[in-house]
């Protein structure tokens, strides 16, 4: 995973802070957006936790604050749930100037509602995740419930939300009355999963079944049995983002990789567009050879030099498995670490001839287990006798024909 700190504007002209997510091997093949719950921010754990498994399976991910909650600038006393729904707008219009308009939008409690919403507004967005979401943005108000009467009496109140005070003004609850999220979904025309626990104690179950029934088809409940509101536990965050990236699979465009065919054991594919990012089956099994950034690469895979010192080590591990097991020797584990570098030759009389350097492979052997030194001494004898090692010592041959 890739996390990078951006920042965007808001149509207030406020500096929203975010967090973007990115695979580790890969270029997203689509962006997701994640609306955090009410008063929370971007950085709950159940947030990382989601976004980090979408970003696992291909997804980039923007999470970032709301206006007045977290790094981002404004008052959140100032702040509506129209105001919300025009953030997520914002930053979809980011990651369409900057990367890939998203296709996907992710909602928690009131923000799942807000996902909604805005999910009218975004032509590119195909699907949409909500969970744990209120039927209605007006169900916020009973969090609300112990400064209901200052509000009305005095325009705003101080209220006590999971041990923080927020300040909310007789405007945010106004803005709540002119939403009626059942009309938006009803008209939504995409995707929709609703994720909600039984046993939310916070946003009661029944909102899921009133959204469910309010949207029109492609649309889909998941139980999420056990979990509480804020997905506290990391294994239910974790489910989630999971689920999502698989029913989401259906609705939004994945670029299938290309299968590669060959009757050699190991063919690769690398096309104008990709950098060095080339792409791999080495026998029956698919992965990505990469160059470093520093030379122009992404670093999506090894390099061509790592996946040889690489071969040189998985030989080297598994001849010194086979010798010991065959002599019945007490080896509980074998670690070999190797690394490959042009030397000068020793001695060597003009060094700044090219042909003074050797290829050089440095390789060190870690043993586990009940060994004596004769042990010892001949593991690494076998060692120099693995297969790989002994093709880099003898003369070889690369045979090249033009495929037509």
């Not at 970003?55 to 909650?69: C, M, P």
């Amino acid at each position: 995973m890739s996390l990078s700190k951006i920042s965007f504007t808001n149509a207030e002209g406020q500096v929203l802070s975010g967090r973007l997510e990115l695979p580790a091997d890969q270029h997203p093949h689509n962006f997701a957006l994640f609306a955090h719950c009410f008063t929370c921010n971007k950085n709950l754990g159940a947030v990382r936790n989601i976004s980090r498994a979408l970003t696992s399976q291909g997804f980039g991910v923007l999470r970032f604050d709301f206006t007045g909650l977290g790094e981002s600038e404004g008052d959140f006393a100032d702040t509506n749930f129209s105001g919300n729904v025009e953030d997520l707008v914002a930053a979809a219009d980011f990651l369409t100037e900057n990367y890939q308009a998203p296709s996907l939008l992710i909602g928690h409690s009131l923000g799942g509602a807000a996902a909604i919403f805005a999910a009218s507004k975004l032509h590119a967005i195909k699907a949409v995740a909500t969970i744990g979401a209120p039927s209605d943005p007006t169900h916020v108000q009973h969090l609300l419930r112990s400064g209901l009467d200052e509000i009305e009496a005095n325009g705003k109140a101080v209220i006590n939300l999971s041990g923080r005070d927020f300040t909310i003004k007789k405007q945010f609850l106004d803005d709540l009355e002119t939403k009626s999220l059942a009309t938006v979904a009803k008209n939504l025309n995409k995707a929709l999963l609703v994720l909600h626990s039984p046993q939310d104690t916070t946003v009661g179950i029944k909102n899921a079944e009133d959204i469910y029934h309010a949207a029109k088809h492609p649309k889909s409940f998941v139980t999420l049995d056990g979990a509480d509101h804020l997905l506290m536990r990391k294994e239910d965050s974790i489910y989630v983002g999971n689920v999502i990236a698989g029913w989401s699979s259906r609705y939004i465009d994945i670029p299938e990789e290309p299968k590669l065919k060959s009757t050699h054991q190991v063919v690769v594919s690398l096309g104008n567009d990709e950098g060095y990012t080339t792409q791999m089956k080495v026998g029956n099994h698919y992965m990505v050879a990469d160059e470093p950034e520093s030379v122009g690469g992404n670093d999506f895979g090894p390099s061509p030099y790592e996946l040889v010192s690489a071969g040189l080590s998985a030989c080297t591990a598994m001849t010194i498995k086979m010798y010991v097991s065959r002599k019945g020797w007490d080896l509980k584990n074998v670690e070999v670490h190797t690394s490959y570098d042009r030397r000068h030759i020793d001695d060597c009389e003009n060094c700044e001839d090219p042909t003074a350097k050797i290829d050089t492979f440095d390789r060190e052997i870690k043993l586990e287990g009940d060994l004596d030194e004769k042990q010892i001494a001949r593991i690494l004898q076998i060692a120099d006798k693995c297969p790989v090692h002994k093709t880099l010592h003898t003369e070889t041959q690369v045979i090249t024909k033009l495929i037509s």
